[in-house]
């Protein structure tokens, strides 16, 4: 179905849109999803990081006991 939209169509859409919303209401809406998108982003660095500080923490000193003391 949204194969056969073509140019005309998305013209026809966007003109819609702004009519029933006006130039500064959609300019605020996409400044949101532009801050949103942002955000996201952000968060899955930060999910990342934090999950790489967990592996890092978790992970084991297969050092031997007598090797250990030894520099």
Known sequence: ???????????LIAVVV??????????????????GIT?????????KSEIDEQKAEEAKDVTPEGEKDKV
């Open 39 to 47: 955000s996201f982003k952000k968060g899955v660095e930060d999910g």
């Open 1 to 11: 179905m949204l194969n056969n939209i073509g140019l005309p169509g998305l013209i």
């Open 18 to 35: 702004l009519v029933l919303f006006g130039r500064g209401k959609i300019s605020s809406l996409m400044g949101e999803v532009g801050k």
